[in-house]
Structures are given as structure tokens and as C-alpha cells.
């Protein structure tokens, strides 16, 4: 028995990275899934997949900044995989530039996708489930809803403005049985981070100021969106879940504070704590 036996989920961004490796954990758990994506390549791989093992799935290319295309595909999904349980918005960008040097398109481009895109979704799916009485979605939101980051003006107001959807729809939606969270990431591998962050910059701060040392991988990610889709998670609703290696935990890192922090006292009362 899987934990989304006979249940449909919708999931947006899907063609790859998070989005797919969301697709591939509900599925292994026993959910039906409708997949969205611009990048037609990508579901079509994903669908060849879920196919080879009988997962039921419903793949459509949209742009989730058309309202209607979503709530299209919310329709069609219920028609050929039966009522939704939950949808996970995962479709995302990033357009890293100095606030000041920011290009209008840039910032529009951003806040379409990650943060109106997600409304949409969230909008379309959560009408289906409303009607249903029940249902869960999981946003995912980042560390940058969590503080500000140079160079991503667009971004952490996409993500923090994410934290005020999830939360808000949680308070408007719990009543009624449908629950919503939001998972953080820090650093996750996928397409995204790496063609968009320097290899310098992933090794010499991300990295140093994690205490897991690593980034995520998107299975990672899933696993933690799957618990709170899940009847584990009954009773979470509104959380933000750090999914972050302890990044959030502290501040000083290890090559500019901790290592020196961590010696024992010249008194010797370090090393007898
Ligand atoms: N990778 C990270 O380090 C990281 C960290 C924190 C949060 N996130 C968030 O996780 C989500 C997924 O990121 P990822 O790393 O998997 O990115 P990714 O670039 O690997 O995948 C994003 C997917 O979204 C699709 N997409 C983009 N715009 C779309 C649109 N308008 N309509 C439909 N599909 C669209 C892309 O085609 C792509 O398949 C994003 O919201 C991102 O902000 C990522």
C-alpha cells in the first residue's frame, strides 16, 4: 500500500529537476499524476517513464501565466485520472541581476512565473479540491523567502510573496479540508542552480555556510513535499518547512568563524567542557 494509492496530483514544472523528481516520488507511492511543463521534450520522457512502471498520467505543455490553460488542464486532469488530491506548483525561473540594473522583463518574467504562475495553479486546483472537501498543496517557496540575497530582487520577492499565498490560503482553505504548506530549499542539483550560479560561488559560500556541506537533491526536495501532500502531515497546515542542510540554523560558517570557534581555549576549559 502506497500513500497516494488511487489518488491523482497535479504538478507543475514537471519536465525536470524538483518538479520531475516530485512526479517520480508520488507516483512511486501509487498517485495518478498530470504534469505540466512548457518543455514538451521533458514530459515526454517523464511520461515514458511513469507509462513503463503503470502509473496513470495526463501530460500537457502550458505556460502556467495563463489562467486559463491551467484551469483547462485542473479539468481534463480530473476527467481522465478522477478528483484531485493535491498539486505541487514547482514551474520556476530565475533572473539574477543587480536591483538597479534590473531589466522591466526580468522582473515581470519572475514574478509571473513563481509567483502569479503559482496563484493560478493554486487557484485552479484549489477550486477542485474545495469542491471535493479535501486536498493538500505544497509550494516551493526557498531559503530567499527566509532573508534577502544580493542580485535577486525579483526572485525573493517572487518567494516571499509565495510565503504570504501559502500562508494566506492555508487560513482561507483549512476549514474547508484543503491544506497548504510550503517547502524552502537551499541549493538544490538541478538545471537551475547549476547554469545559473558560478561553480565559485556554489563551493566557496553555499557550500561553506551549510552545515551538510552539500546541496539538496531533488529527491530530497520531494520527499519532504510528499510527507506534507501526505495523511502524515493531517494536521501541518500554513508551515514553512526549511528543507535547507541547517543553512537557516546559524550564521557563522566554517571557514569564516566556526573552525576558529571550535579550537579548544588556550586555558585549556574548552577542551574540559
Ligand atoms: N534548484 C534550486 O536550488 C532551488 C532552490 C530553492 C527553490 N527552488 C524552486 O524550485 C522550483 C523548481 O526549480 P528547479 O530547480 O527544479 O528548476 P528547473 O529549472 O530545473 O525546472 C523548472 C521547470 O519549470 C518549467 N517552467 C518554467 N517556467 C514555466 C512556465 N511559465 N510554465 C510551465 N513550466 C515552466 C521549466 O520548463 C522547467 O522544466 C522553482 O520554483 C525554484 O524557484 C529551486
Same mark, same amino acid.
Given at each position: 500500500?502506497?500513500?497516494? %494509492?488511487?489518488?491523482?496530483?497535479? @504538478? $507543475? ?7 520531475? +523528481? ?13 504534469? &505540466?511543463? *512548457? =518543455? ?5 520522457? *517523464? ?6 512502471? /503503470? ?26 485520472? !478522477?478528483? *484531485?488530491? /493535491?498539486? @505541487?506548483? #514547482? ?14 522583463? %526580468? ?9 502569479? !504562475?503559482?496563484?493560478?495553479? #493554486? ?17 516551493? +517557496? ?18 516571499? !510573496? ?19 504548506? &510550503? ?26 555556510? $551549510?552545515? *551538510? ?10 520527499? &519532504? ?6 495523511? =502524515? ?5 500554513? &508551515? ?26 588556550? $586555558? ?6
Amino acid at each position: 500500500m502506497g500513500r497516494f %494509492d488511487g489518488r491523482a496530483f497535479l @504538478v $507543475t514544472g514537471a519536465a525536470r529537476g524538483i518538479g520531475a +523528481a516530485v512526479a517520480r516520488r508520488l507516483a512511486e507511492e501509487g498517485a495518478a499524476i498530470a504534469a &505540466a511543463d *512548457l =518543455d514538451h521534450q521533458g514530459l515526454v520522457g *517523464l511520461q515514458e517513464e511513469l507509462d513503463a512502471r /503503470g502509473t496513470p498520467v495526463l501530460t500537457r505543455v502550458l505556460d502556467t501565466r495563463s489562467p486559463e490553460d491551467v484551469a483547462r488542464f485542473v479539468a481534463a486532469a480530473e476527467g481522465d485520472l !478522477g478528483p *484531485l488530491w /493535491g498539486a @505541487v506548483p #514547482c514551474a520556476g525561473i530565475a533572473r539574477a541581476s543587480p536591483a538597479e540594473l534590473m531589466p522591466d522583463d %526580468d522582473w515581470a518574467a519572475v514574478i509571473g512565473v513563481n509567483l502569479t !504562475g503559482v496563484f493560478f495553479t #493554486c487557484r485552479a486546483a484549489g477550486r477542485a479540491m474545495l469542491s471535493h472537501g479535501r486536498g493538500a498543496i505544497v509550494t516551493i +517557496a526557498s531559503i530567499t523567502a527566509l532573508g534577502g540575497q544580493p542580485g535577486r530582487a525579483n526572485y525573493a520577492a517572487s518567494k516571499w !510573496g509565495l510565503i504570504g499565498l501559502t500562508k494566506t490560503l492555508a487560513t482561507e482553505w483549512g476549514r474547508r479540508g484543503v491544506r497548504v504548506n &510550503a517547502v524552502a530549499p537551499n541549493g538544490v542539483d538541478t538545471p537551475m542552480i547549476r547554469d545559473g550560479i558560478p561553480a565559485h560561488f556554489l563551493e566557496g559560500v553555499m557550500l561553506d555556510r $551549510t552545515p *551538510l556541506g552539500r546541496l539538496a537533491r531533488p529527491e530530497e526536495i520531494a520527499a &519532504a513535499a510528499a510527507f506534507l501532500l501526505s495523511d =502524515d502531515a493531517a494536521y501541518v497546515n500554513g &508551515a514553512v518547512l526549511a528543507v535547507d542542510g541547517g543553512l537557516t540554523a546559524g550564521f557563522l560558517t566554517r571557514e569564516q568563524g566556526a573552525d576558529f570557534a571550535m579550537k579548544p581555549s588556550p $586555558t585549556g576549559s574548552g577542551a574540559k567542557a
